[in-house]
């Protein structure tokens, strides 16, 4: 699609924009011998979890396999938090609630005895941790009742532009694993679609998924907060109200998968409980699927955590993985790198 | 993206596609050649209509234009009952429903005496009409109440397959538009997303959009019934419930644009004031915007109606279009031809 003449005057553009992408018209020589020494998925230690992976995608896109899949229905569904960034010491959108919340405190003497915005203001993230990632839901959307999309939007462009991370100090949105965004363009490069299915407020995700992940908007599903539609003098907007509409987590992943991409996914990559029935529903499907779970088994490069946490808590998942073929990652074991390098990391490995 | 090698071993077989989609890497001058004489939106008459789409599109594609759009915010969202295909003498998708209340009426004797049902057992149209979009999504959630979403699927494509339209005795899918066949089509070719948003319930939709229209199922937009997730002997299933969710109409349809795309499109397709909304929203973004109703006014080729119908009604929409600098395509004047033409006709045409 991208490269069809974007005019009927133009088909040399178009074959210039061919040739840089397959890496030059001319060389195909060059071109060969660079794919056969780059290494696919590199930060994905040899072992069986990288191999079951290679094979999975080496099955659906070989014409000559009985498993083949056309492009068309390659979907691969990916949970956000935990999944493809941390959601450790607390869910990255919660950190922005918690930043909105006391910015605006004065505003609402009420938030001092309603749950759960009193927990915030009195620092009790226990309480707010039990609230889960309804009580999350809940405080971003009241948090931001009565803005419009596009504030929103911008309110939560300037935070991701000076938060930091609580034990690393660095950007949110450079806390992100390096093997899943290995993973996710290697999936692209086969003609997959890489889809978000996260719990996590939809608006909110948009702002940094197509820089982060490459993921871009449409491809994006998450919780749904109420919105209405309103003309005022300025023309019309979409201002955010405080009702949940749609929480996009359990049985409501794969409710939401099929209302909006319509096709079942082939690959499902999750890391909690919350991601079970994507998993399940994926996998469910004929031929070949492929189910996976990251499991934050690393205490020294980021936090190991499984069947008691609060957040990401993974139990059920870990119990049948096993007989339901799930690849489980081990990401101490499998994982050269936890998190992508920074800026200044990059540059000296140049 | 779909040029990409599939595997690291076939840049020769990716160079291929490239070639054949680019119309010979060797050979530009006949592709050029080719394209000088094909004329574009060949259905619609040379005047202020066609000239107006064109030079939207020559502007938002041309990279040297101030109006110039990057792809990915080519957006182009379509209602379908009455712009993509007939909504005369009622929606398809009510047919459908009157189909099946008829064929499970026996099992469902509390429809004689409930509306909407009743309307349909005494064949009382008039009072089906009153009942509205969303009344007829109603009959279609409550009689597939129970099923799950794959055989849903398959009811619908076994109905379109024998299913006739009463006037012309064609098929349902043969009853669409030729101009706006064409325009899907260029407006893809020039790299645009074009997308559904309609009032018809999503799953209904999605079972011809692709083959149809060529629009793939994610992104098809429209009308939402509750559905629950149930895992069985059998597995797992999505299993549709009597309630409707969501409404896809009015000021539905910006709000379902922005959660399911998540960008305000710049071109929006529309033939009633149920897409006043979704016209309204997608011209008062910034920079070069596409506003168009289609107007029924071909009494000899199809049914003239607007202002008074119960059907697709076009009264704000006729009042506001010029003030606000939308488009009204007069379907008598502005095409030389309405439906596609049937399999026989294009046999002949060749």
Chains 1, 2 share one sequence.
Not at 156 to 163: C, G, I, N, S
Not at 178 to 183: A, H, I, K
């Amino acid at each position: 699609m991208m490269l069809r003449s974007t005019s009927r005057s133009r088909p040399v553009v178009a074959l210039g924009i061919a040739m840089i992408l397959l890496g030059g018209c001319a060389s195909l020589g060059p071109t060969e011998h660079q794919h056969a020494h780059a290494r696919e998925l590199p930060s994905w230690r040899d072992g069986e979890t990288r191999t079951a992976i290679l094979e999975f995608v080496q099955r659906v896109t070989d014409v000559s396999s009985p498993d083949y899949v056309a492009p068309p229905e390659r979907i691969a569904v990916f949970d956000n938090d935990g999944t493809l960034w941390s959601e450790r010491p607390m869910y990255v959108q919660l950190a922005f609630a918690l930043d909105r919340i006391a910015a605006a405190a004065d505003e609402h003497p009420e938030w001092r005895t309603t749950e759960p915005f009193s927990f915030v203001l009195e620092g009790d993230l226990g309480g707010l941790a039990s609230a889960g990632e309804h009580g999350i839901v809940e405080i971003v959307l009241a948090t931001h009742a009565g803005t419009d999309t596009e504030k929103f939007r911008s309110t939560v462009a300037d935070w991701l532009e000076t938060a930091r991370h609580p034990d690393t100090g660095r950007p949110y949105t450079e806390m992100v694993y390096q093997p899943m965004l290995e993973l996710l363009e290697f999936l692209r490069a086969n003609d997959f679609e890489t889809w978000i299915v996260s719990g996590g407020g939809v608006d909110f995700m948009r702002v940094f998924a197509e820089e982060v992940y490459g993921i871009p908007t449409e491809q994006v599903i998450g919780s749904l907060g109420d919105l209405n539609y309103e003309v005022g003098p300025d023309g019309p907007r979409l201002l955010r109200l405080p009702g949940i509409a749609f929480i996009d987590d359990k049985a409501g992943k794969p409710i939401a998968i099929h209302r909006s991409i319509g096709r079942r996914p082939i690959a499902a990559f999750g890391n909690s409980d919350g991601d079970f029935e994507m998993l399940e529903w994926t996998t469910a499907g004929d031929g070949p699927r492929l189910g996976v779970y990251i499991h934050h088994t690393d205490a020294e490069r980021e936090v190991a955590y499984d069947r008691t946490s609060s957040i990401g808590r993974l139990d059920r998942g870990l119990d049948e993985a096993g007989d339901r073929g799930w690849i489980v990652v081990d990401m101490a074991e499998d994982w050269t790198q936890v998190f992508k390098a920074s800026p200044v990391e990059q540059l000296d490995g140049d």
